[in-house]
């Protein structure tokens, strides 16, 4: 039987974990002499290639001496929780990698905590050592104090060690030791990592963790095998939470993972992380298990969503022309596809039966979501998030609570203070952190911070860092101020024309450049007063034979604000959506018609 050892590992966003993963895979001889290799091995999806941020757990495997070291690589922002939530029951230990200058970050006490809670064993790596501006000593003892502060056990608070540069390659048990290779740590994990506590000799049974489709194979499951062993075509059956059978049939497929990649294998062993293909209906934290189980095994419970936003069907002039799935029901079946495999979202029907409310943890994962839609060629308006509120036992509304780490720039410390005040935000801590930089540590309502990147990054000259974590549920704060101009609302269909355009950007931001498409309702720019203005930016030179003096300068345009589809999510107002096609991101009033949206706010006011 091989030897096995099952290990996470986690990490703030950008901290080096997958640049890690991807020297270890080469050093281990898990590729041929002459196989080409990329960075960023494990991060193959298109988005995570794009942002730089690992979004989907993924297992891999190498062999050392007669072990087998099973890797779970996990996401390194706080949206993406739920996924390492779920992972980490697979592994019997950690690999913290905490970077050398920052320390120990939000992100970082999250998935520490629930590593912590379960019992594993961690391994403490301080990576990029070898950067300039390298603290080690002060992160040591930041780390020291995050594991005291979460409750670890004395078993766990005697972590061992090691100094590391990902990037180069290289691992030590001490600073003066040799930096050769990243030996040291397999090494580390072998002794420290216990083997998996299981029974071989009971039933089969795995609890199922990841879900993928393949186009061959149909949706595969990945998951620990908790107790016995298991061939092909062996019969097993599918349990749900609750002990009711899901379905039953024969084990069609098995895999194992090497490196990158899933290799067919005929028998698996308990504790090894495995693959099944050939199921039909079984879904993540459902139990896979021999014909004789009747209890399924305990799935750790996700902590639920605090953010929701709206889909609905585009319903805007340009509708169906640059997407070919523009139905609520194709929505609808994609959503529902997407909680299948993604726990940590939820899906709630809308009375109207064109509109969806998706719950999520925070902007980054829901826009990850309805990115990944436009890409598979959908049409949908987004509204502007929501925070989920909640009532206390004697009625008193709470609202989420999130804690805030800014990392700035000591001459801009001042204005995020006087921004995150304005914002119902109380500072818990202000520190200096070196090189002419401050920490800024906060506790802040979840709607506070809906739309206050953008503002952040502006204020601190894009030098800013801020990361942020959900804390708890607190008491409702009331009104917080949004965003403080009015915007530009075009009038009439047609294409932007630079004339047009010139005589605006005096007094506005723009969103748009000449020969873009607008129609009523789409917004065009940003005014620098705090009133919606509608504008007509088709409005063309008149051409006469009259000639004066300056009238035929050439026009300079300004060039446009671009923002993301995260920005335009948050930068919207309760009556207004981001339009999601395939091409394009436009930004809209609700209520497209003109005189429909005045007599809309006549109501509101007298309402009122």
């Given at each position: 039987?091989?030897?096995?050892?099952?290990?996470?590992?986690?990490?703030?966003v950008?901290?080096?974990?997958?640049t890690?993963?991807?020297?270890?895979?080469?050093?281990?001889?898990?590729?041929?002499?002459?196989?080409?290799?990329?960075?960023?091995?494990?991060d193959?999806?298109?988005?995570?290639?794009?942002?730089?941020?690992?979004?989907?757990?993924?297992?891999?495997?190498?062999?050392?001496?007669?072990?087998?070291?099973?890797?779970?690589?996990?996401?390194?922002?706080?949206?993406?929780?739920?996924?390492?939530?779920?992972?980490?029951?697979?592994?019997?230990?950690?690999?913290?990698?905490?970077?050398?200058?920052?320390?120990?970050?939000?992100?970082?006490?999250?998935?520490?905590?629930?590593?912590?809670?379960?019992?594993?064993?961690?391994?403490?790596?301080?990576?990029?050592?070898?950067?300039?501006?390298?603290?080690?000593?002060?992160?040591?003892?930041?780390?020291?104090?995050?594991?005291?502060?979460?409750?670890?056990?004395?078993?766990?608070?005697?972590?061992?060690i090691?100094?590391?540069?990902?990037?180069a390659?290289?691992?030590?048990?001490?600073?003066?030791?040799?930096?050769?290779?990243?030996?040291?740590?397999?090494?580390?994990?072998m002794?420290?990592?216990?083997?998996?506590?299981?029974?071989?000799?009971?039933?089969?049974?795995?609890?199922?963790?990841?879900?993928?489709?393949?186009p061959?194979?149909?949706?595969?499951?990945?998951?620990?095998?908790?107790?016995?062993?298991?061939?092909?075509?062996?019969?097993?059956?599918?349990?749900?939470?609750?002990?009711?059978?899901?379905?039953?049939?024969?084990?069609?497929?098995?895999?194992?993972?090497?490196g990158?990649?899933?290799?067919?294998?005929?028998?698996?062993?308990?504790?090894?992380?495995?693959?099944?293909?050939?199921?039909?209906?079984?879904?993540?934290?459902?139990?896979?298990?021999?014909?004789?189980?009747?209890?399924?095994?305990?799935?750790?419970?996700?902590?639920?969503?605090?953010?929701?936003?709206?889909?609905?069907?585009?319903?805007?002039?340009?509708?169906?022309?640059?997407?070919?799935?523009?139905?609520?029901?194709?929505?609808?079946?994609?959503?529902?596809?997407?909680?299948?495999?993604?726990?940590?979202?939820?899906?709630?029907?809308?009375?109207?039966?064109?509109?969806?409310?998706?719950?999520?943890?925070?902007?980054?994962?829901?826009?990850?979501?309805?990115?990944?839609?436009?890409?598979?060629?959908?049409?949908?308006?987004?509204?502007?998030?929501?925070?989920?509120?909640?009532?206390?036992?004697?009625?008193?509304?709470?609202?989420?609570?999130?804690?805030?780490?800014?990392?700035?720039?000591?001459?801009?410390?001042?204005?995020?203070?006087?921004?995150?005040?304005?914002?119902?935000?109380?500072?818990?801590?202000?520190?200096?952190?070196?090189g002419?930089?401050?920490?800024?540590?906060?506790?802040?309502?979840?709607?506070?911070?809906?739309?206050?990147?953008?503002?952040?990054?502006?204020?601190?000259?894009?030098?800013?860092?801020?990361?942020?974590?959900?804390?708890?549920?607190?008491?409702?704060?009331?009104?917080?101020?949004?965003?403080?101009?009015?915007?530009?609302?075009?009038?009439?269909?047609?294409?932007?024309?630079?004339?047009?355009?010139?005589?605006?950007?005096?007094?506005?931001?723009?969103?748009?450049v000449?020969?873009?498409?607008v129609?009523?309702?789409?917004?065009?720019?940003?005014?620098?007063?705090?009133?919606?203005?509608?504008?007509n930016?088709?409005?063309?030179?008149?051409?006469?034979?009259?000639?004066?003096?300056?009238?035929?300068?050439?026009?300079?345009?300004?060039?446009?604000?671009?923002?993301?589809?995260?920005?335009?999510?948050?930068?919207?107002?309760?009556?207004?959506?981001?339009e999601?096609?395939?091409?394009?991101?436009?930004?809209?009033?609700r209520?497209?018609?003109?005189?429909?949206?005045?007599?809309?706010?006549?109501?509101?006011?007298?309402?009122?």
């Amino acid at each position: 039987m091989t030897d096995i050892r099952n290990i996470a590992i986690i990490a703030h966003v950008d901290h080096g974990k997958t640049t890690l993963i991807d020297n270890i895979l080469k050093q281990s001889d898990t590729f041929r002499t002459n196989e080409a290799t990329d960075e960023r091995m494990m991060d193959s999806n298109d988005l995570e290639r794009e942002r730089g941020i690992t979004i989907l757990a993924k297992c891999t495997s190498i062999q050392w001496e007669n072990t087998r070291i099973n890797i779970i690589d996990t996401p390194g922002h706080a949206d993406f929780g739920g996924e390492v939530e779920r992972v980490l029951q697979m592994a019997d230990g950690v690999l913290l990698l905490v970077d050398a200058s920052e320390g120990a970050m939000p992100q970082t006490k999250f998935v520490l905590s629930k590593a912590l809670k379960i019992g594993l064993k961690p391994i403490v790596v301080i990576n990029k050592v070898d950067r300039p501006d390298s603290r080690i000593d002060e992160v040591v003892n930041e780390v020291f104090d995050l594991f005291c502060a979460l409750d670890a056990n004395d078993e766990q608070l005697n972590f061992p060690i090691l100094y590391a540069s990902g990037r180069a390659g290289w691992c030590a048990t001490s600073l003066e030791a040799p930096r050769e290779n990243l030996h040291p740590l397999l090494e580390l994990v072998m002794e420290h990592v216990p083997a998996p506590n299981v029974d071989k000799e009971a039933p089969f049974a795995m609890l199922a963790t990841l879900l993928s489709y393949d186009p061959y194979l149909g949706r595969i499951l990945t998951g620990r095998v908790c107790s016995g062993r298991a061939s092909v075509n062996q019969a097993f059956k599918t349990l749900d939470l609750d002990g009711n059978l899901v379905e039953q049939g024969r084990l069609s497929k098995l895999f194992a993972f090497s490196g990158l990649k899933r290799i067919p294998v005929e028998t698996v062993q308990a504790g090894d992380i495995i693959a099944i293909a050939g199921v039909t209906n079984s879904l993540v934290s459902h139990t896979i298990c021999d014909m004789a189980i009747n209890t399924p095994i305990q799935s750790t419970p996700i902590d639920p969503p605090t953010m929701a936003i709206t889909l609905s069907v585009n319903d805007s002039p340009f509708a169906g022309q640059e997407g070919k799935k523009v139905t609520s029901r194709m929505i609808r079946d994609r959503l529902y596809h997407e909680a299948e495999s993604n726990i940590a979202i939820t899906i709630k029907d809308l009375p109207s039966g064109e509109a969806f409310e998706v719950g999520g943890r925070g902007e980054l994962q829901l826009g990850v979501l309805i990115e990944t839609m436009r890409r598979e060629g959908f049409e949908l308006s987004v509204s502007r998030p929501r925070v989920l509120i909640k009532r206390d036992e004697e009625g008193n509304l709470l609202e989420p609570y999130e804690e805030v780490v800014v990392d700035v720039d000591d001459e801009f410390s001042g204005a995020v203070v006087e921004k995150m005040s304005r914002r119902k935000a109380e500072m818990q801590d202000m520190r200096p952190s070196g090189g002419g930089k401050t920490r800024l540590l906060f506790i802040a309502p979840s709607r506070g911070l809906i739309g206050y990147q953008s503002e952040f990054l502006t204020d601190t000259r894009g030098t800013g860092i801020m990361n942020r974590l959900f804390h708890s549920y607190g008491p409702y704060k009331g009104e917080i101020e949004g965003r403080r101009n009015g915007v530009l609302i075009g009038i009439g269909i047609g294409e932007a024309v630079a004339f047009a355009l010139n005589s605006l950007q005096e007094r506005a931001s723009m969103f748009v450049v000449p020969k873009d498409k607008v129609y009523d309702g789409m917004i065009v720019g940003e005014n620098s007063r705090d009133n919606d203005l509608e504008v007509n930016v088709l409005r063309e030179k008149q051409l006469t034979n009259m000639r004066a003096s300056g009238k035929d300068d050439a026009i300079r345009l300004v060039p446009p604000r671009l923002m993301t589809l995260e920005d335009m999510i948050a930068y919207i107002q309760d009556d207004e959506l981001v339009e999601v096609t395939p091409i394009s991101l436009r930004l809209r009033k609700r209520v497209l018609d003109s005189n429909d949206r005045k007599r809309a706010s006549r109501t509101k006011v007298d309402v009122a």
